[in-house]
């Protein structure tokens, strides 16, 4: 893993991921099976875009992603106390070899990773009911495990008024070769688009 020490959201964060698949989008380029995704062509095509302009694609962000990111130092608190462990917040975070990477929620020790979500109520009460990984989020948490070469990873459903969820995600070894296959040729898609278009 290639750490780029900067804080998440900042000017050099938003540089360090132009152009680069990021794990809260691997599940654009790879589905929860493990194939090749229907939307990876058009995610590459605006990975190559940001290599050509320099320029960061706009997400929107509803109101409870904003209120997401806000309760996100509550939840950690909170997950700090319930484990009794330090969460180390780091910036981007680069896969060895490939421009592929993720930004981590936090780091535990030198074996887990966090990722936090606060998600609306009723939500929040559906992965409650659940108790395990969402599905949606299988790429996002293997792709973490992927790049930091970490052994597991808590994920957090958080909201400030119940119960907080927490799962620990062990790797998928089999998953992580097909996301790893798949990002290889993303990856080269890319630089290779970049290379055949670039002025």
Request: aromatic content about 10%.
């Amino acid at each position: 893993m290639r750490l780029i020490d900067c804080e998440q959201g900042s000017d050099e964060w938003i540089a360090a991921r132009l152009g680069v698949p990021s794990a809260s989008m691997f599940g654009k380029i790879i589905t929860t099976q493990g194939k090749w995704s229907t939307q990876a062509d058009a995610y590459i095509n605006q990975l190559v875009a940001e290599k050509l302009t320099g320029e960061q694609t706009y997400v929107y962000q509803n109101e409870h992603m904003a209120r997401g990111t806000e309760l996100e130092p509550e939840a950690r608190a909170m997950y700090e106390f319930i484990k009794e462990v330090e969460v180390n917040e780091v910036g981007f975070c680069l896969h060895d070899t490939l421009n592929a990477g993720c930004s981590p929620d936090g780091l535990i020790a030198e074996d887990g990773g966090l990722e936090i979500k606060c998600p609306a109520p009723a939500t929040h009460v559906e992965y409650l009911k659940a108790g395990v990984l969402p599905s949606k989020y299988k790429q996002q948490v293997m792709g973490c495990l992927w790049i930091t070469g970490r052994e597991w990873w808590d994920f957090v459903s958080y909201h400030p008024t119940m119960k907080t969820l927490i799962v620990r995600v062990e790797r998928d070894e089999e998953y992580i070769t097909a996301l790893e296959n798949c990002m290889t040729q993303a990856v080269h898609l890319i630089a290779q688009n970049v290379q055949k278009f670039f002025n």
